[in-house]
């Protein structure tokens, strides 16, 4: 099976570009793709506040509803704030379009850079939740997470760069049983609560009574609930991946998509406050508050199912989202144009590879552990979000189209205000958790965005028409490389007489060979070639570019009006898995002279049968 068959087999048959319109979402679809990283979030959110209150006791307990709510009228504020932001910038790119159109390049940039590193975190965070989930209900598996975690992520990358409209179809069964099974369970614990029979879990009795619970501990339990709000802003960085109206269909998405959210993340709180549910390292909250209410039936693996396969598949928010802001820098020139490319399959492929790259190192650096790797996540997302906001009350102060906005420019502004106050109190109760990691990877990647920029702007300048062409020398100097004396090498030097040259010659560096060797070889030259000059370079310390490159100059010293063309002969394997049985010797020379002065390369194929 040749490579492109092979690939073909994987990730399906090309499509032609005029398909894109048919490879758009419904918005059951879009709500399976783009929603899947928030709702999942509700599985672990109401755990990550009750790690912080266990800390003050029982009496600490009773504010992790209070906690919820706020949280919860957060998300409806942020919500429709991006709702707004649909509506303004149809194109996506969500915070990074609004901050640079609004706010300045570098704005743009750092909500670019802290979006794309809450993807790759969202990711790694949803992967091990998942994996986590899955241990929960079968502890056998516990010593194999980080394979599993790895083994998810190569799943997701290739779901997705099947394309999108096959991802929706195959992502959207899970993201339904999770959103039912939810719904089931809360609904299910709320008439057990209004009968008065709902289970009350015995771990609550061993936790210290205190008076009195500071303010410090509810601002870090808010702190670390927030990351119910993660992936919010997905569907307003993908609204051109829905169909038409797009623009309608995404904001009605990310309508639905909040509402199912605060349900289901107020629905889990309230049930683990009322049975008393304390957060155990071995067993998730969820996974305590099925099997209180179902015990270890049927329906408590199926929760567990449902819950393992959401946040599995949360991480296929990034892959959706992700390579969207990456094509989007890159048509801006702020990443290398490869981002911008359309795979075989109508998908931005380079992005997803990147991504799945670093979500897997991150798995595997902390060993798919979920709890050290949420101090570094959710920070990132609320800075994109107080910039997306703030820009948005920009974008209507100088909207001059006559319309009021007055209500527009309250919501961003209430929105922006709530965010920064929780990236503010976010960041600084996981400063030293790893927080801190954020303010320089931000600041590298702004700076490495800006140096892309500098070198495409730098490039565009050069090439512009309006530069002078530089003369081309009349005369050519043409010098054969030659390896060894075989039929590719024949075909060169036929080639090169073509070029009608004012000086040809042959040049052969004996890499580590004895005289006797190097003399064979001249001897074998003049059987064959006896009109063309080799050179014999000795290279006693086995280096093959030094002795070429010091051999080119004198021979450019010496026709110092000449340009100097480099013929390398290169014979070419019928199968691609053939290329990594040979030392690639003609790549390493191309990658050595392409930046020499006055030096052109030409390639000489051959072909083998």
């Known amino acids: 099976m040749t490579f492109a068959k092979f690939r073909q087999f994987l990730l399906g048959r090309p499509l032609p570009t005029k398909q894109m319109t048919e490879e758009k979402l419904s918005n059951m679809q879009g709500l399976a793709i783009f929603a899947s990283d928030a709702l999942s979030s509700t599985a672990y959110a109401t755990e990550e506040i009750l790690w912080v209150l266990v800390l003050g006791g029982i009496a600490a307990f009773s504010f992790s509803l209070p906690i919820a709510l706020a949280i919860s009228t957060l998300i409806i504020i942020v919500v429709i704030s991006y709702r707004q932001t649909i509506h303004a910038y149809p194109q996506g790119g969500g915070a990074y379009a609004v901050a640079k159109a609004n706010l300045g390049e570098y704005s743009g940039l750092v909500a670019a850079s802290s979006l794309l590193i809450d993807y790759i975190l969202t990711a790694a965070v949803s992967v091990a939740a998942g994996i986590a989930a899955i241990t929960s209900a079968f502890p056998a598996l516990y010593p194999w997470r980080v394979a599993l975690a790895v083994l998810v992520v190569v799943f997701l990358a290739w779901g997705n760069l099947r394309g999108v409209k096959e991802s929706g179809k195959l992502f959207a069964l899970p993201t339904y049983f999770f959103i039912v099974s939810m719904f089931g369970i809360i609904v299910y614990g709320f008439w057990r609560f209004m009968e008065g029979t709902l289970p009350s879990l015995p771990e609550a009795a061993g936790l210290t009574a205190v008076s009195s619970v500071g303010m410090l501990l509810i601002l870090r339990a808010f702190s670390s609930g927030c990351t119910a709000m993660t992936g919010i802003e997905a569907t307003s960085n993908g609204v051109q991946a829905f169909r038409e109206p797009a623009v309608k269909n995404a904001s009605q998405t990310i309508m639905v998509m909040a509402g199912i959210l605060v349900f289901i993340f107020l629905g889990i709180t309230f049930l683990s406050y009322q049975m008393h549910i304390v957060p155990k390292l071995d067993e998730t909250v969820i996974s305590q508050a099925a ?319």
Do not use: C
């Open 291 to 609: 099997e209180a209410l179902f015990g270890r039936n049927i329906f408590y693996f199926l929760i567990q199912l449902a819950t393992a396969f959401i946040l599995l598949l949360a991480a296929n928010t990034p892959f959706a989202g992700f390579p969207r802001v990456t094509s989007l820098l890159a048509k801006d020139g702020f990443l290398p144009r490869q981002f911008q490319q359309l795979g075989s399959r109508l998908i931005y492929a380079n992005g997803i590879f990147i991504l799945a790259l670093f979500a897997i190192g991150i798995l595997v650096f902390f060993r798919a552990d979920t709890h050290s790797i949420i101090p570094l996540y959710a920070v990132g997302v609320f800075l994109g979000f107080t910039l997306s906001q703030l820009g948005m009350v920009r974008h209507w102060m100088r909207d001059t189209s006559g319309a009021k906005h007055n209500l527009s420019i309250f919501i961003n502004a209430f929105g922006g205000a709530f965010t920064l106050a929780v990236f503010a109190i976010t960041f600084i109760f996981k400063f030293e958790h790893g927080a801190w990691i954020l303010v320089p990877a931000v600041l590298f990647l702004v700076l490495f965005m800006r140096a892309v920029r500098n070198h495409y702007i730098s490039v565009e300048n050069q090439l512009a028409l309006e530069n002078p062409v530089p003369p081309i020398p009349k005369e050519k100097t043409v010098i054969i490389l030659v390896s060894g004396i075989h039929v590719g090498t024949l075909k060169a030097v036929e080639f090169a007489k073509t070029l009608h040259a004012a000086h040809l010659k042959a040049v052969h560096i004996a890499v580590g060979e004895s005289p006797e060797e190097s003399e064979a070889v001249k001897r074998h030259w003049s059987e064959h070639v006896r009109d063309v000059r080799l050179d014999i370079i000795p290279s006693p310390f086995r280096e093959l570019t030094g002795p070429l490159i010091q051999y080119i100059q004198g021979v450019d010293r010496q026709w110092d009006n000449d340009t100097v063309i480099i013929v390398i002969p290169e014979f070419v394997p019928t199968k691609f898995w053939h290329h990594w049985l040979h030392n690639q010797t003609a790549m390493q020379i191309r990658w050595t002279l392409e930046h020499m002065e006055d030096v052109e390369i030409v390639d000489v194929p051959y072909r083998l049968r």
